[in-house]
């Protein structure tokens, strides 16, 4: 598979992610992640089209842990297929075992959202014994069932765009108006078209029918939360189009979380992180210290 380099000097303008940038070798390609400080581990994972970047207010606010966030293949500052038909759910989840096995991370933290719920809930459905703590924002768990018609309609507009406006999209899903500096780290990856492929692809991922590849990591990903007594936060935003209300399906489907209260982040889109950093990492902390009402 022929994959591209975002030069870092693409990165130079960033000014509010000081992070020391590390790299993990997968099938020749390089993956970006941030480790930061020390203490209770936490695994962040971001969907589309964002990066590592969506989790960096976390890292503050977050203290006594020590934060693992990667760059998906095809995404922040790790490499890029050049075929975006190179994509498929297994080659991503295969990087993130690589990842977790490679670090030998255990007792994990997970925060997942969009995509990074599908493959990180997926990653816990195959190595549940890895993972201490999981806590589910805006993402769902699809089994090969006919998708609504507005995600069709973004499956077909990604797919067919010339080149998908990253920073628009980044806007369009979230509340709050974001700086023009933050807007311009979610274009920084992507010099041109050319290195866009992974946005284009993730919609097409998402399983439709019974015999997609991907529905399988899914459906076990179901049947371990269906039996998850592990301490589990579901958190979902009152603004997202296309996910805000499936937190019941959720909280419904884990053990744990069946007294939970139902905490709905108000006044966010589908990406919460940048919207409600502050009030998302206030429940995480409560979550820590067994402090949330039940």
């Known amino acids: 598979m022929e994959f591209l380099k975002t030069n870092n000097s693409q990165f130079s303008r960033l000014s509010d992610y000081p992070f020391d940038a590390n790299y993990l070798e997968f099938k020749g390609m390089q993956m970006h992640y941030i480790d930061e400080n020390s203490g209770e581990l936490f695994l962040a994972l971001h969907g589309e089209p964002s990066w590592s970047y969506l989790y960096r207010k976390f890292v503050g606010l977050l ?37 977790i096995q490679k670090l030998n991370l255990e007792n994990i933290n997970l925060i997942v959202q969009d995509w990074g719920g599908l493959l990180g809930l997926s990653l816990l459905g195959a190595y549940p014994e890895r993972f201490k703590r999981v806590i589910i924002m805006n993402t769902f768990l699809p ?29 369009k899903l979230t509340v709050s108006e974001l700086s023009k500096e933050t807007l311009e780290a979610y274009k920084m990856p992507y010099p ?103």
């Open 63 to 99: 203290p006594g842990t020590r934060f693992i966030a990667p760059d998906l293949i095809g995404f922040g500052k790790s490499d890029k297929l050049l075929n975006w038909e190179d994509y498929s759910f297994e080659f991503h989840f295969d990087s993130l075992s690589h990842f």
């Open 143 to 171: 089994k090969g069932k006919k998708l609504p018609i507005a995600f069709r309609l973004w499956q077909l507009f990604a797919k067919h765009h010339p080149s998908l406006p990253v920073s628009w999209i980044m806007q």
């Open 192 to 294: 041109d078209k050319s290195y866009k492929g992974s946005v284009k692809a993730f919609p097409q991922l998402v399983p439709s029918n019974l015999v997609d590849p991907a529905v399988p990591y899914l459906l076990r990903a179901r049947e371990v939360l269906s039996e998850w007594n592990k301490p589990a936060l579901v958190m979902f935003s009152d603004k997202d189009s296309l996910f805000s209300g499936i937190e019941n399906f959720f909280l419904n489907l884990i053990p744990y979380c069946k007294n939970q209260p139902r905490i709905i982040i108000k006044n966010a889109g589908h990406f919460l992180q940048e919207d409600k950093a502050e009030e998302i990492c206030h429940y995480i902390r409560l979550f820590l210290e067994d402090k949330l009402p039940r």
